[in-house]
Nanobody, 116 residues
Protein backbone atom coordinates (compact mmCIF):
# COMPACT_ATOMS: atom_id res chain seq x y z
CA UNK A 1 0.00 0.00 0.00
CA UNK A 2 1.23 3.47 -0.90
CA UNK A 3 1.17 6.28 1.67
CA UNK A 4 1.30 9.95 0.71
CA UNK A 5 2.16 12.85 3.02
CA UNK A 6 2.10 16.43 1.75
CA UNK A 7 4.02 19.42 3.06
CA UNK A 8 4.81 22.97 2.01
CA UNK A 9 1.46 24.72 1.95
CA UNK A 10 0.88 28.13 3.47
CA UNK A 11 -0.10 31.74 2.93
CA UNK A 12 1.51 33.77 0.17
CA UNK A 13 0.78 37.05 -1.59
CA UNK A 14 -0.31 37.11 -5.21
CA UNK A 15 2.69 36.83 -7.49
CA UNK A 16 4.62 34.81 -4.96
CA UNK A 17 5.83 31.22 -5.01
CA UNK A 18 5.38 28.05 -2.98
CA UNK A 19 6.81 24.56 -3.31
CA UNK A 20 4.73 21.57 -2.30
CA UNK A 21 6.31 18.22 -1.58
CA UNK A 22 4.73 14.79 -1.24
CA UNK A 23 6.62 12.02 0.53
CA UNK A 24 5.76 8.66 -1.05
CA UNK A 25 6.23 5.54 1.04
CA UNK A 26 5.16 1.91 1.03
CA UNK A 27 5.07 -0.34 -2.00
CA UNK A 28 6.11 1.39 -5.20
CA UNK A 29 5.23 -1.60 -7.34
CA UNK A 30 2.42 -0.75 -9.70
CA UNK A 31 2.53 3.03 -9.47
CA UNK A 32 1.63 4.42 -12.88
CA UNK A 33 1.62 8.12 -12.08
CA UNK A 34 1.91 10.66 -9.28
CA UNK A 35 0.32 14.04 -9.23
CA UNK A 36 -1.41 16.92 -7.55
CA UNK A 37 -5.07 17.83 -7.41
CA UNK A 38 -6.76 20.75 -5.67
CA UNK A 39 -10.15 21.54 -4.27
CA UNK A 40 -11.40 25.04 -3.59
CA UNK A 41 -14.41 25.68 -1.31
CA UNK A 42 -17.64 24.81 -3.07
CA UNK A 43 -15.85 23.35 -6.08
CA UNK A 44 -15.00 19.88 -7.30
CA UNK A 45 -11.54 18.45 -6.92
CA UNK A 46 -9.54 19.08 -10.09
CA UNK A 47 -6.30 17.89 -11.60
CA UNK A 48 -3.41 20.33 -11.33
CA UNK A 49 -0.48 18.30 -12.66
CA UNK A 50 0.47 14.68 -13.22
CA UNK A 51 3.76 12.92 -13.97
CA UNK A 52 3.98 9.33 -15.16
CA UNK A 53 6.63 6.80 -14.25
CA UNK A 54 7.97 7.37 -17.73
CA UNK A 55 8.47 11.05 -16.96
CA UNK A 56 5.68 12.51 -19.06
CA UNK A 57 3.83 15.35 -17.39
CA UNK A 58 0.60 17.17 -18.06
CA UNK A 59 -0.95 20.25 -16.52
CA UNK A 60 -4.28 21.94 -16.16
CA UNK A 61 -4.56 24.82 -18.60
CA UNK A 62 -4.96 27.24 -15.70
CA UNK A 63 -1.48 26.47 -14.34
CA UNK A 64 0.55 25.88 -17.50
CA UNK A 65 3.66 28.04 -17.55
CA UNK A 66 3.39 28.77 -13.82
CA UNK A 67 3.56 25.37 -12.10
CA UNK A 68 6.13 22.61 -12.55
CA UNK A 69 5.80 19.04 -11.34
CA UNK A 70 8.87 16.91 -10.70
CA UNK A 71 9.90 13.62 -9.15
CA UNK A 72 12.92 13.00 -6.96
CA UNK A 73 13.42 9.25 -7.10
CA UNK A 74 16.29 9.33 -4.61
CA UNK A 75 14.09 10.98 -1.98
CA UNK A 76 10.83 9.32 -3.09
CA UNK A 77 9.06 12.64 -3.42
CA UNK A 78 6.89 14.32 -5.99
CA UNK A 79 7.07 18.10 -5.91
CA UNK A 80 5.02 20.98 -7.26
CA UNK A 81 6.77 24.29 -7.78
CA UNK A 82 4.14 27.02 -7.97
CA UNK A 83 5.15 30.44 -9.29
CA UNK A 84 3.19 33.58 -10.09
CA UNK A 85 0.45 32.47 -7.75
CA UNK A 86 -3.01 33.97 -8.08
CA UNK A 87 -5.86 34.24 -5.58
CA UNK A 88 -7.77 31.69 -7.66
CA UNK A 89 -5.05 29.15 -6.86
CA UNK A 90 -6.30 29.12 -3.28
CA UNK A 91 -7.36 25.56 -2.42
CA UNK A 92 -6.48 22.44 -0.52
CA UNK A 93 -3.85 20.62 -2.57
CA UNK A 94 -3.83 16.82 -2.51
CA UNK A 95 -1.07 14.47 -3.53
CA UNK A 96 -2.35 11.63 -5.71
CA UNK A 97 -1.05 8.25 -6.78
CA UNK A 98 -2.50 6.13 -9.56
CA UNK A 99 -1.61 2.46 -9.26
CA UNK A 100 -2.59 -0.76 -10.94
CA UNK A 101 -4.60 -1.60 -7.79
CA UNK A 102 -6.25 1.74 -7.14
CA UNK A 103 -6.92 4.54 -9.61
CA UNK A 104 -6.76 7.20 -6.90
CA UNK A 105 -4.86 7.19 -3.63
CA UNK A 106 -4.82 10.48 -1.69
CA UNK A 107 -2.77 12.28 0.87
CA UNK A 108 -4.39 14.28 3.66
CA UNK A 109 -4.07 17.59 1.81
CA UNK A 110 -2.28 20.86 2.45
CA UNK A 111 -3.82 24.34 2.39
CA UNK A 112 -2.55 26.94 -0.04
CA UNK A 113 -3.91 30.46 0.40
CA UNK A 114 -3.01 33.27 -1.99
CA UNK A 115 -3.92 36.76 -0.84
CA UNK A 116 -4.60 39.59 -3.27
Amino acid sequence: QVQLVESGGGLVQAGGSLRLSCQVSGSFFGINALGWYRQAPGKQRELVALITTGGRSNYADSVKGRFTISRDNAKNTVNLQMNSLKPEDTAVYYCNAKTIYNPNLWGQGTQVTVSS
